[in-house]
């Protein structure tokens, strides 16, 4: 039996697909609990509520990264690879830190400007 890939660097599409399932699962069970879907009790049933999901997410994505990276983990070793995660994930943890301490902000002048708009009308 063997397994097919694109030629672009070990991109298994079939597991990908799967792994978007997984987390679209995870999407619609949250959204289920919190009530902004209204989807059927079956689905919420069969799919145990979701943790199923979350661990069959996380154990895809680390074998597709492995899988992905396993020429530079055999021949640099092991601290290339977790440079080359760290170098891609820091950007959007950056993002996130920009958005999540300049958002007080953006709302406090929001209401600043409200405040005096009201007064001048």
């Known amino acids: 039996m063997s397994t097919t890939t694109s030629q672009s660097g070990g991109v298994l599409p079939a597991l990908t697909s799967i792994r978007f399932l997984a987390a679209l699962t995870v999407v619609l069970s949250h959204f289920t609990e919190l009530g902004l ?6 689905f919420f049933d ?3 509520g979701g943790p199923p999901a979350v661990s069959l997410f996380f154990v895809l994505s680390g074998f597709i990264l492995t899988y992905t990276y396993r020429k530079t983990i055999g021949t640099d070793g092991p601290a290339r690879f977790y440079v080359a995660r760290f170098a891609r994930s820091i950007r959007s943890c950056f993002c996130h830190w920009v958005c999540r301490r300049s958002s007080p902000l953006i709302c406090l002048m929001a209401a600043i400007h409200r405040s005096c708009s009201i007064g001048t009308r």
């Open 37 to 42: 879907l209204n989807a059927p009790k079956w």
């Open 46 to 48: 069969f799919v145990d």
